[in-house]
């Protein structure tokens, strides 16, 4: 062996030396780095489309370094190569006290900062387009029949597309725990959104829906109009239900599809949001004699009869009060 190859030896040795000790430091420090503990500026922590993870650490970290902006810009691309994993946009909840492995692992998924978003039952379409300008900057209305109100969830970021997804899975889902019920012989999906409805504008709680439900299949089965007053105001208002006056007797005869003092059966569909309570008390089937009711304002309650000659005894009396 030549005094070339020795010292060629010599420098391979010392070289791949180094490059173990450089290694080790390297992965020493980078452990020690993902375990430090980092402060928040902001909490929640915005990431626009389009940062790379320098401007992230600068806009989100107080007090980081360029050694360990560097050190992390490393780890994020070797991470991102082995496992796929990338960074996301939006809003993060990161609390102060984190790691820094904490921040990575968050800032990798979907926003975890949610939305709460409710749609109140009995609303109008009005009211729930008003709501939803709140959230989403652009949305379409959602007919009646699509949804069941309810409190949703949902990741800040979310597009509205992806809420729409999320409430018509709900409705579905809904409606398979009770494909065994009985209501589903007589009416279809949509039939049972409209008659949810109709509890929704006239029930005052859920006993008050239990007996009205009844009074509305009781009416149908002797192929009776259902008479009801609600979608008379629906009718007249087109949904709005802002009529600031009672209900008049010539109003009854207004010749609308909805109007169900002039038309047989249901109307062709829902006049307002249906919640899942009012659903639940739907599928309740409850059953009772009852063909007639009206409302009793000095004791704030439907009156109930089960004859047309007992309903106008009782209204009577009412009035002559």
């Known amino acids: 062996m030549d005094l070339e190859e020795q010292i060629l030896r010599y420098y391979l040795k010392a070289f791949s030396f180094i490059i173990i000790i450089f290694t080790f430091l390297f992965v020493f420090y980078t452990l020690y780095l993902l375990n430090k503990d980092i402060e928040i500026k902001n909490n929640p922590i915005s990431i626009n489309k389009g940062d790379n993870i320098e401007e992230v650490l600068k806009n989100n970290i107080l007090d980081v370094t360029f050694l360990e902006i560097t050190f992390i810009k490393i780890y994020m691309k070797i991470n991102s190569f082995i496992n796929k994993n990338f960074f996301h946009y939006g809003d993060f909840n990161v609390q102060s006290g984190s790691s820094f492995k904490d921040f990575l692992n968050i800032i990798s998924k979907p926003s975890n900062v949610l939305l709460k978003i409710t749609i109140v039952e009995g609303w109008s379409q009005n009211q729930l387009d008003l709501e939803l300008s709140k959230f989403f900057t652009d949305f379409n209305s959602i007919p009646y029949q699509d949804i069941i109100a309810d409190t949703y969830y949902l990741n800040k970021n979310s597009d509205f597309v992806i809420f729409l997804n999320k409430l018509e899975n709900y409705k579905i889902n809904y409606f398979k725990k009770y494909m065994n019920n009985e209501l589903n012989e007589k009416f279809n999906v949509n039939e049972l959104m409209i008659i949810g409805s109709l509890l929704e504008k006239e029930g005052l709680d859920e006993e008050d829906k239990k007996q009205i439900s009844s009074v509305i299949f009781n009416r149908l089965d002797r192929k009776m109009k259902l008479q009801i007053d609600a979608t008379v105001l629906f009718a007249i ?85």
Request: without cysteine; positive net charge; charged residues 30%.
């Open 237 to 321: 208002t087109n949904g709005k239900y802002d009529l600031n006056r009672k209900l008049l007797k010539s109003d009854l005869k207004i010749n609308h599809p909805f109007n169900t003092y002039i038309h047989n059966g249901l109307p062709p569909e829902p006049i307002s949001y249906v919640g899942k309570k009012t659903l639940d008390i739907l599928f309740a089937n409850n059953k009772n004699d009852f063909l007639f009711y009206f409302f009793n304002y000095s004791l704030n309650k439907h009156i109930f009869s089960k004859s047309f000659k007992e309903h106008k005894k009782k209204l009577y009396e009412y009035r002559k009060k």
